[in-house]
Antibody, heavy 118, light 108 residues
Framework: QGQLVESGGGVVQPGRSLRLSCAASGFMFSNYGMHWVRQAPGKGLEWVAF????????LYTESVKGRFTISRDNSKNTVYLQMNTLRAEDTAVYYCARDDSSGYFGSWGQGTRVTVSP | DIQMTQSPSTLSASVGDRVTITCRASQSISRRLAWYQQKPGQAPKLLIY???TLESGVPSRFSGSGSGTEFTLTISSLQPDDFASYYCQQYNTYSMYTFGQGTKLEIK
């Protein structure tokens, strides 16, 4: 099934940057697309970004386009989310998730919390 | 964009009850729908994909049905471990993956 472990969350001021990491193990990471999904406090799930298995294509939800960048290093079995110009509304738990069969999330990490506050 | 609407938002039920949660898509998504369970403080867990295929290890009391725009998740006999939040998710469009707003299943 595999394991995903996120890191890099924390408290950051509006307008600043943060980079999240997600380390994968237990499966052939380079064969899978990867997603980031977030959940604001007390709210539902929101898909954020997706990267193809080889990094050749990337997709983003509209609210983060131009501010967030998803990337991956298959030699390190790690996917990243670079978050720039952070806003209060980006406050959430961020999960990485494995893309199984083109679109559903078969395996999830435990999440890393990001708080954007003055 | 495809919108996903779940109902009800909250559901109160007792152990042993049969419960159904509905998810409606704003346009046809064929059978490209998944269901997740999430407990407080935990990551979501995949229950069902392709509208009705049970993920390995998920108890058979969970089932999914539907196609096009209307889908259901049914729990045939509620167990104490089932009280959680449930989300549907469409993956019919590659540019956007959309979740329903969630259904909180509470103990009556």
């Amino acid at each position: 099934q595999g394991q995903l472990v996120e890191s890099g969350g924390g408290v950051v001021q509006p307008g600043r940057s943060l980079r999240l990491s997600c380390a994968a193990s237990g499966f052939m990471f380079s064969n899978y697309g990867m997603h980031w999904v977030r959940q604001a406090p007390g709210k539902g799930l929101e898909w954020v970004a997706f990267i193809w298995y080889d990094g050749s294509n990337k997709l983003y939800t509209e609210s983060v386009k131009g501010r967030f960048t998803i990337s991956r290093d298959n030699s390190k079995n790690t996917v990243y989310l670079q978050m720039n110009t952070l806003r209060a509304e980006d406050t959430a738990v961020y999960y990485c998730a494995r893309d199984d069969s083109s679109g559903y999330f078969g395996s999830w990490g435990q999440g890393t919390r990001v708080t954007v506050s003055p | 964009d495809i919108q996903m609407t779940q109902s009800p938002s909250t559901l109160s039920a007792s152990v042993g009850d049969r419960v159904t949660i509905t998810c409606r898509a704003s346009q046809s998504i064929s059978r490209r729908l998944a269901w997740y369970q999430q407990k407080p403080g935990q990551a979501p867990k995949l229950l069902i994909y392709k509208a009705s295929t049970l993920e390995s290890g998920v108890p058979s009391r969970f089932s999914g049905s539907g196609s096009g725009t209307e889908f259901t998740l049914t729990i045939s006999s509620l167990q104490p471990d089932d009280f959680a939040s449930y989300y549907c998710q469409q993956y019919n469009t590659y540019s956007m993956y959309t979740f329903g707003q969630g259904t909180k299943l509470e103990i009556k």
